[in-house]
């Protein structure tokens, strides 16, 4: 199985819009298994807080770890 990934857009009716180099694709071989993924912000918000969180951690702050 072949995998391709790529962001692509929906209509206002909720249709998937394919890349036409996929369109071509999906005539040729006819049959496809699809995963949808959604953007998630309030994922994205949360690994950004986690991240900004720990750049302030210093090594130094290790000896807090095991208290």
Do not use: C, H
Not at 3 to 10: H, I, P, R, V, W
Not at 43 to 50: D, G, K, S
Not at 55 to 67: F, M, P, R
Request: proline share 1%; no cysteine.
């Amino acid at each position: 199985m072949q995998a391709y990934e790529f962001n692509l857009q929906t209509s206002e009716k909720g249709e998937l819009l394919f890349p036409s180099e996929i369109q071509r694709i999906l005539k040729e071989q006819r049959k496809a298994r699809v995963i949808v993924l959604f953007e998630d912000k309030e994922a994205e918000w949360e690994r950004l807080t986690m991240d900004t969180f720990l750049a302030g951690y210093s090594e130094k702050d290790a000896i807090y770890d095991n208290l």
